[in-house]
């Protein structure tokens, strides 16, 4: 089992920053793959940026790269998400997950275990 808890939402400004953190119990040696999704009202659960434990290799959704970046501990024990040049429409609840599977995903049914999840509201 891993635990994953978030921290760091809040409300902001349009062009602010952000930072979220999500920490990891449990048994850390299990997954592969650390990643964020983020949620809107009535929308579905989307991908925004993953990290590999093994090199810290990256991937992002087409509409973060350049403004997020993810990064990882030496400890492999807590996953962070940098938000620049915040936008109204990156507004929802991110959520925290881990991959226990093989190669980089962003999709939802690829990865095991989830965080509850917290709110970041951007606002024009």
């Known amino acids: 089992q891993v635990q994953l808890s978030e921290f760091g939402g809040a409300s902001v400004q349009a062009g602010g920053s952000l930072v979220l953190a999500c920490t990891v119990s449990?048994?850390?040696?299990?997954?592969?793959?650390l990643g964020w999704f983020r949620q809107a009202p009535g929308k579905l659960r989307d991908g925004v940026a993953t990290i590999a434990r093994d090199g810290g290799g990256t991937k992002y959704r087409d509409n973060v790269k350049g403004r997020f970046i993810i990064s990882q501990d030496s400890a492999k024990t807590t996953v962070y998400l940098q938000m620049n040049n915040l936008k109204p429409e990156d507004s929802g609840v991110y959520y925290c997950?881990?991959?226990?599977?093989?190669?980089?995903?962003?999709?939802?049914?690829?990865?095991?275990?989830w965080g509850q999840g917290t709110q970041v509201t951007v606002s024009s």
């Open positions: 997950t881990a991959r226990l599977g093989p190669n980089y995903s962003l999709r939802r049914e690829h990865f095991d275990y």
């Open positions: 449990g048994d850390i040696a299990a997954w592969n793959y």
